[in-house]
């Protein structure tokens, strides 16, 4: 189990809109921190434009599951580990209200335009970089 500290050291890092890239490829991203803003991720907002996304970060490694309820466009969800790995990406389709769950536990998940991983050649065991400026 992680210490307050530690989780608000995780927080501060990637609290905000930030960019970093997934193999190379440059993106910019919102982090949600808070239960809220994790639940409600992309429901009524417009089709994210090519390179933005959703950062969850979550205090330490878990199962997860999502659903799309109320998004009208179908999203990548990219599955990271501690260390920032891609373990699993899914095709998360438009309105679909099952829940989707991630096969392995991770600690946060990029939600991306549908199509954007397989566009960029996004694959099992790419590398994230936070870019710290």
């Not at 608000?8 to 982090?31: A, C, K, M, P």
């Amino acid at each position: 189990m992680k210490t307050m500290k530690e989780i608000f050291s995780n927080w501060r890092r990637f609290n905000g809109q930030r960019t970093g890239t997934l193999d190379g490829v440059e993106i910019y991203f919102h982090v949600l921190t808070t239960p809220e803003e994790q639940s409600e991720g992309f429901m009524y907002k417009p089709e994210p434009h090519d390179g933005f996304g959703l950062f969850f970060l979550y205090p330490e490694e878990r199962q997860l599951s999502f659903w799309m309820k109320n998004v009208p466009y179908d999203l990548d969800l990219v599955a990271l580990d501690k260390d920032l790995r891609v373990m699993e990406i899914i095709r998360l389709k438009a309105n679909d209200e099952t829940s989707i769950c991630i096969t392995n536990p991770c600690q946060y998940v990029i939600e991306l335009r549908g199509g954007w991983c397989e566009d960029y050649g996004i694959n099992f065991g790419k590398k994230f970089i936070f870019n710290e400026g």
